[in-house]
């Protein structure tokens, strides 16, 4: 059965880089599927921040993209989000997820990131 | 981007009954790629309906999904106690990818 599980802090400076891992279980992370973050707030509900490829192929939301970094380590069946420079707008719930032409069909549980000094 | 717009935010209904939910994009979805969730709270969003109109494995068949181009709906069947959530449409045609801002169906 297929599983993700986000982990990372809770809690982040404004002006500071925010930096999950999404672990995947039961499934390689080398086989023919994409992997994402979506993050979801009350203000602007669920927003799509970008998917990567096992080769490392990137898509970003333009929004988000000049501060946004995912990469993949495949050895380790994992893969990150980065994103620098804060603020308390990117307070939310991040979300990782197997996703197959954007479709996500396998959803992590979800942690609460909270951007606060 | 495309906007995609669910309303009514918030729908009442009773079990039993059929509910139909709408979801209007601000322009034509490329290959009608688009998907349905269904999210409880406190819970990671579940894969209903992609490609407008096919269930996702394990997904009850009074769940389905309609439309093409700019108007998608999704209807239930027969509402059961357990699908009393929210429900989110999302359009994966163009970059980038984008999500309605939901709605919430409640017991009448």
């Known amino acids: 059965q297929v599983q993700l599980q986000e982990s990372g802090p809770g809690l982040v400076k404004p002006s500071e880089t925010l930096s999950l891992l999404c672990t995947v279980s039961g499934y390689s992370i080398r086989s023919a599927y994409y992997w994402g973050w979506i993050r979801q707030s009350p203000g602007k509900g669920l927003e799509w921040i970008g998917t990567?490829?096992?080769?490392?192929?990137?898509y970003h939301n333009p929004s988000l993209q000049s501060r946004v970094t995912i990469s993949v380590d495949t050895s380790k069946n994992q893969f990150s989000l980065k994103l620098s420079s804060v603020t308390a707008a990117d307070t939310a719930v991040y979300y990782c997820a197997r996703a197959l032409q954007n479709i996500f069909d396998y959803w992590g549980q979800g942690t609460l990131v909270t951007v606060s000094s | 981007d495309i906007v995609l717009t669910q309303s009514p935010g918030t729908l009442s209904s009773s079990p039993g009954e059929r509910a139909t939910l709408p979801c209007r994009a601000s322009?034509?979805?490329?290959?009608?790629?688009l998907a349905w969730y269904q999210q409880k709270p406190g819970q990671a969003p579940r894969l209903l309906i992609y490609?407008?109109?096919s269930r996702a494995t394990g997904i009850p068949h009074r769940f389905s999904g309609s439309g093409s181009g700019t108007d998608f709906t999704l209807t239930i069947d027969r509402l059961e106690p357990e699908d009393f959530a929210v429900y989110y449409c999302q359009q994966y045609g163009s970059s980038p990818i984008t999500f309605g801002q939901g709605t919430r169906l409640e017991i009448k």
């Open positions: 322009q034509s979805v490329s290959n009608n790629y």
């Open positions: 990567i490829y096992h080769s490392g192929t990137t």
């Open positions: 490609g407008a109109s």
